[in-house]
């Protein structure tokens, strides 16, 4: 900056951050001409049009100034993370997240991923070798399922009760296979009868079904949907996202050929990280494709290679993976793997049922009437008559600094959705939760209702 | 577990997890007839086949055992990440990083992400409206702006001298773009009027660059390739992934349309983020396109809705964005601003002319021969005549807990990487390379050569 051109600039007085502040004097020891206007608005700062069409492609030449923003320092509150995540994440997975990272490629971190393929084995139950941690959240798993198993033109079958059906159909056209839905409202589930009505109509390759339907709250039975698949020889997709260590599957014995979740639900790890598995039936169908998937990121042939999971001496780069995310995921799943499934699942219904009690008591309605098929993990209740659902979530964020959410896609206007998951998943947390829902009864009522 | 069935078993004796001894205890409390087998390989369980088939999918039919390494205390080495990235994250960010997550569509989260758009904005020079960061690394970046800028059948123009070029080219094939590669040996570059000629010639509707070529150590010149491309009416997408921070790049003065970079290089935060712009032209581009882009979870239209970009009064769920992650990207981008680009790209001049220095010092020779195409933060050197450059890299490791790297790609056997990036980038670092070296000079020198 040697211009002795006038310029208008505002700066930050006494901000915490000496560099700048520091920058910006040196500027005018060097720049003894320069005219200096706080502008109210700090965030925005421009230099002079006359000195900008001066000034070359150089060192020299930066013409947005740091943003007045970022010399404040990161403050975020702390929140009861009790929607349907992510959940809060415990210390000792924050910690584990925030160790010095090493390279995604050393060692030490292929025993990282080991690792991590292990615990998921065991969160899944499943041998299968083809078993990794997608550099992404639960979206990314799905795609990666579609993308590899599936080829443009091919029967796809879609189980569509609630959001996640929608966006798997949504991904899959896009790829260009040929979607077929069965649909149902939120809460509604589908019977093996239908769906094997629907898969000896369709022919499809692939069929989808959400196992924790979040956005209404529903653990939709799987039990002999796999035997199914098989027998109309078709893949079996499952998203546990929502589930996973909060209700049982079995993917090897439930005959599931394709499993995924995602990080941040009753494992407590940050998202970012999403488990997925193929048995041996979905890697002859990946493995034995005509077009190469659309997605180079998502491509199971290099994701596996990177994984160690294709029996080739060397794992060649691909892309960098998440480490901190994946040292997180790993501490996720050690906790499950020394609590033990089990342990986990019985916790998450006691926890539930203490909740349901406690629900029926403030005279609130459970969205999903029959207990066997209520998701242990997020609890829906429908709308209490009288109130606006906005109001009441917006009351219990800021009297009690605590997330429940209402619903989701379809199921939006129809249920409040409490999730009470790993970690979070507590009798007190669910008093918590009961107390500000209470609360919020009390003083959210509408005159007109 | 009530079933009198013999079972084969195998526990980790005096491992430090009580709850997995206790449930085995438990167990065979429970099922005192049970057959205990300790299987030489611990990581190998299973229960006996009769007893197997008798079980059924409830809560008591866990056949994986929980896996052994999992009851171990996760363990990494401190490394010195002098390669090509991820490079040493500073406690600051670590820090940033393990703060308790807040929800992902969270007012405050949005706070986080708004800053991170203007700390992004200041880091490519540019006002662009639509800027992000991707929740994943710098391939979701790289998948992003193809998927979205271009439709099937478009063509699409490639400058490819090393890995990244072709990694974009791979990418826009399986997408159904008509690629066309221009191609040189790691190390060259295009001249304004190759690229000119060539654009003409396949009249693309997108040219891809890399700024910062790091398998060859090469910062490619962009001036007036921007204007080129206006004239042709061709989108301009540079990849700055190891470049930004490190080697001055202005996005609005320099007319590029698209501008990605990666979070784990000078930035010095974890792998997983990858921050991303898109001008007018671009966006006039992608959103009035015929076709969907083939990705839902890298579709634009929702992610700057997510991003507060599009101008709409709400943000719809999209995804679960990485919430830990982007803590982390937001304390990158604050340090970069505190402390300027200038000076950031002043250190890295510096340190980098104090590394050729050195290494000239030790008689090796620079793989770039121009010193002002060189990348700053990745120095590249020719393989010393008489040495196997893998054993000198794990010579290195073994006895300095140093990370350098090879080639990647085409530059695989041409050259050894020193990256010193943001944190990294030390005279007291270089020092630390440049002994190490000079260490493996020494010791590795091959009896035939």
């Known amino acids: 900056m040697t211009t002795s051109e006038p310029l208008v600039a505002n700066l930050e007085v006494g901000g915490r951050a000496p560099p700048l502040v520091q920058q910006v004097k040196d500027l005018f020891v060097l720049n003894p001409h320069a005219e200096l206007t706080v502008s109210p608005s700090l965030s925005v700062c421009r230099w002079s049009a006359p000195l900008l069409q001066r000034l070359e492609r150089s060192m ?87 993308f590899n198993t599936v080829e443009p033109g091919e029967s796809v079958l879609i189980g569509v009760n609630g959001i996640w059906g929608e966006r798997v159909a949504e991904i899959a056209e896009r790829m260009g296979a040929n979607v077929h839905r069965m649909v149902k ?105 005509k077009t190469k998937p659309i997605s180079y990121l998502f491509d199971m042939t290099y994701l596996s290679n990177y994984w160690g999971c294709d029996g080739k001496p060397a794992r060649t780069y691909h892309h960098t993976g998440p480490v901190s995310g994946f040292f997180a995921l790993r501490e996720s799943l050690a906790i499950l793997a020394e609590r033990g499934l089990e342990e986990s699942w019985k ?20 969205f999903i009437p029959e207990r066997d098929l209520r998701l242990p993990s997020v609890t829906t209740i429908a709308i209490p008559n009288g109130y606006d659902w906005r109001e009441m979530l917006v009351y219990i964020m800021k009297h009690h600094q605590m997330e429940m959410t209402g619903g989701l896609g379809p199921s939006i206007g129809m249920v409040m959705r409490i999730g009470l998951m790993g970690y979070n998943c507590e009798k007190s947390n669910a008093d918590m939760a009961l107390n500000a829902l209470a609360d919020a009864l009390k003083n959210c009522k509408r005159s007109k209702a």
Chains 1, 2 share one sequence.
């Open 60 to 146: 020299s030449s930066v013409t947005i100034p740091p943003p007045a923003c970022m010399l404040r320092p990161l403050e975020t509150p702390m929140r009861y993370l009790f929607g349907p995540g992510p959940s809060n994440v415990p210390p000792r997975i924050l910690a584990a997240g925030s160790r010095p990272i090493i390279g995604h490629m050393h060692p030490e971190m292929y025993e990282v991923m080991n690792d991590i393929k292990r615990g998921i084995q065991y969160a899944f139950q499943t041998e299968n070798n083809v078993t990794i941690a997608m550099s992404g959240s639960g979206h990314a798993a799905m795609e990666c399922a579609v």
């Open 185 to 289: 409202t939120p809460g509604g589930y589908f019977t093996n009868k239908e769906i094997e009505k629907a898969m000896e109509k369709h022919k499809p390759v692939l069929f989808f079904l959400t196992h924790g339907e979040s956005s209404a709250g529903l653990c939709h039975p799987v039990d002999g949907i796999g035997d199914i698949c098989r027998k109309h020889n078709c893949l079996f997709l499952v998203d546990t996202v929502a589930s996973l260590g909060a209700a049982p599957i079995f993917m090897d014995k439930q005959n599931i050929d394709i499993l995924y979740t995602g990080s941040q639900k009753a494992l407590n790890a940050p998202p970012g990280t999403a488990p997925i598995s193929f048995n041996e039936r979905a890697c002859h169908k990946m493995f034995n494709r």
């Open 347 to 366: 916790k998450h219904k006691e926890v539930a049922a203490y909740l349901y009690r406690g629900l029926e008591d403030l005279g609130l309605q459970l």
